[in-house]
Nanobody
């Protein structure tokens, strides 16, 4: 599967953005999906994940929980990350990823990655 992330940009603190990740292929619903981010000089970190059926979602920790929402539309082969109340510390390149089977917070377990989209939050 090929993933194409979009929706990043430069915003001010407190603003919102919605990232999208469109996938090719007819087996989209077979994959668990996740969003990760990588800030300059830091390791890639888990942000959120959603199960194949969208019945369950998972978030990294209190840093994003309550502000970010992951969702998917299997009919459109797309996964979303709604980001509200953005903070300067959310600045990073955001990546979508797909893996067979169950969700995971471990980047190494994902099989496919999008190219990343830059999110910059100014104070």
């Amino acid at each position: 599967v090929q993933l194409q992330a979009s929706g990043g940009g430069l915003v001010q603190a407190g603003d919102s953005l919605r990232l999208s990740c469109a996938a090719s292929g007819r087996t989209f619903s077979s994959y668990a999906l996740g969003w990760f981010r990588q800030a300059p000089g830091k390791d890639r970190e888990f942000v959120a994940a959603v199960t194949r059926s969208a019945s369950l979602t998972y978030y990294a920790d209190d840093s994003v929980k309550g502000r970010f929402t992951i969702s998917r539309d299997n009919a459109k082969n797309t996964v979303y990350l709604q980001m509200n109340s953005l903070k300067p510390e959310d600045t990073a390149v955001y990546y979508c990823a797909a893996k067979w089977g169950t969700t995971s917070a471990q980047a190494a377990e994902y099989n496919y990655w999008g190219q990343g989209t830059q999110v910059t939050v100014s104070s």
